[in-house]
């Protein structure tokens, strides 16, 4: 179910911090009460193999996300221990040592089934009750949620598929320009060229300049 233009939900999740301290946090409520923007992605499962590489990734871009005013929440259904357990693995051992952005603990997957990015399929079983199939894990699903509470921008990727992190620097430039100058920004627009007034002659002025 697609969440975009849409209030993201308001709940509070448990959650960790670099230290290991155990925190409860409500993104909606982050948003708008510390007016920045959020980025939220989704992992499958601490301890696996592409999910450490997307964990770095955003880490290492962490400085440029926090210029552009956004905090980055990363997020699986795994339970605060094995979180601590994996920040405390090193690097060069599969593990996540030196992230410092908190990451939720979905454990009871409220917040994944209310967005709806498990990997769970219904079953019914002889007497018509409902059963599940899957790894009851999620997706890599990301969100960009904005100063109000709004998403502005979601996706969602099948399990083996890293995610590119510059492309979401790219849509929140975009989302920025767009809340600052009105304008609509084109295909394969980027901080620096030519964005558009969103009528007739917008667009041909656009179409004709490129």
């Not at 509070?12 to 670099?18: F, K, L, T």
């Not at 193999?49 to 964990?55: I, K, R, Y």
């Not at 599940?132 to 904005?146: C, E, K, M, P, Q």
């Not at 929140?172 to 007034?197: F, L, R, T």
Request: glycine share 6%.
């Amino acid at each position: 179910m697609a969440i975009v233009g849409k209030k993201f939900p308001s709940v509070s999740i448990d959650a960790i911090s670099e230290m290991g301290d155990d925190l409860k946090i409500n993104l909606f409520e982050e948003a708008v009460n510390k007016q920045t923007k959020i980025l939220l992605f989704w992992y499958p499962k601490d301890f696996t193999f592409v999910c450490p590489t997307e964990l770095h990734a955003f880490q290492a871009a962490l400085p440029e996300f926090e210029s552009r005013n956004t905090i980055v929440v990363g997020a699986s259904c795994d339970t605060n221990e094995v979180h601590f357990a994996w920040l405390n693995t090193a690097k060069d051992n599969g593990g996540i040592e030196g992230v410092t952005y908190p990451l939720l603990a979905d454990t009871h997957r409220h917040l994944a089934n209310i967005l709806g990015i498990l990997d769970q399929e219904v079953e019914y079983d002889e007497e018509g009750n409902e059963t599940y199939s899957g790894s009851n894990v999620t997706y890599r699903a990301t969100y960009l949620i904005d100063e109000t509470g709004k998403v502005f921008h979601e996706s969602v990727n099948d399990m083996p598929l890293g995610r590119n992190v510059r492309e979401y620097l790219r849509l929140i430039d975009a989302y920025s320009h767009v809340q600052k100058h009105g304008e609509v920004c084109p295909a394969n627009w980027e901080e620096g060229k030519q964005a558009m007034n969103a009528n007739r002659t917008g667009v041909a002025e656009y179409l004709s300049a490129n």
